[in-house]
């Protein structure tokens, strides 16, 4: 993946098993937006290969992933400002496949974030940031995906906020969704994932079990805040 002829990620290999949760971390430029966005195919590939489910999806758009149940909840949450809550979540729900399961995928929604069902007739833009986090989540969710990408969902969130979009990514994993997340915070991250990534300057750098990448004295220093020991 490239903006005009400067590569933006190299060598990047990475997979994601059936009903897994990973996580992906990383300073801010390394790339982890723009391969979740290569991802969902809303950037082109240079070179490599990407495979969901058996099949070659290099070639494909955002559409085509969201007819194969992938979902994506993007970095700055991308909503319609101007556009009801309601009509939010219908933009989300607009698949064929997805449509006639509305009532009921709008019902888990509202098990996941009630405020949105008291929010429902009002303006996306008029939303608080963690509120417009929710209709971002619940937009992603109408789609009834098996794969969710989930670009740092914390970003500018007060921590109680934070607390329940974490709440949400669990209770999404556990009803069989594959995630694969994307966050800045990574202690959260690293504690929610079963497995994680670390991503730096476009590469991929580790990968393995969260709890022994948080044990590395080199991610704990980069990552969860700690000062270096001489
Ligand atoms: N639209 C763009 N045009 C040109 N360069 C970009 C664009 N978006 C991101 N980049 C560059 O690509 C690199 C990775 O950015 P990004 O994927 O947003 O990182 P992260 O999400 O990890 O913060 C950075 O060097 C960034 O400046
Ligand atoms: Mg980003």
């Known amino acids: ?3 005009g002829d400067a590569p933006a990620l190299w060598d990047v290999n990475f997979h ?6 990973v996580s992906m ?3 801010n430029g390394a790339g982890k937006t723009t391969l979740i966005n290569t991802v969902m195919r809303l950037l082109p590939v240079r070179s490599g290969r990407l495979m969901w489910r058996g099949e070659d999806v290099t070639r494909l758009n955002a559409n085509d992933m ?7 909840v993007p970095e700055g949450r991308l909503l319609f400002g101007g556009m009801t809550v309601e009509e939010n979540l219908d933009m989300g729900g607009y698949r064929a496949s997805a449509r006639p399961f509305k009532e ?3 019902e888990r929604v509202f098990t996941l974030f009630p405020i949105l069902k008291e929010r429902l007739w009002q303006q996306a833009g008029t939303l608080s940031g963690g509120q417009q986090q929710m209709v971002a989540f619940g937009r992603a969710l109408m789609a009834q995906p098996k794969l969710l990408l989930i670009d740092e969902p914390s970003l500018g969130l007060a921590p109680s906020v934070v607390e329940q979009v974490f709440d949400a990514i669990s209770e999404i994993h556990k ?3 594959s995630i694969l997340l994307i966050e800045q ?3 959260r991250a690293l504690d929610v994932a079963q497995r994680a990534y670390v991503m730096e300057g476009g590469r991929i750098v580790s990968m393995g079990d969260p709890k022994e990448l948080m044990s590395q004295p080199h991610i704990r220093q980069a990552y969860l805040g700690e000062a270096a020991h001489a």
């Open 1 to 3: 993946m490239s903006y």
């Open 16 to 21: 994601i098993q059936e009903g897994e949760l």
């Open 25 to 27: 971390v990383g300073p």
């Open 66 to 72: 969201c007819k194969r149940d992938v979902s994506i």
């Open 104 to 106: 009921q995928t709008l």
């Open 175 to 177: 009803s069989g969704v």
């Open 185 to 187: 915070n990574a202690a």
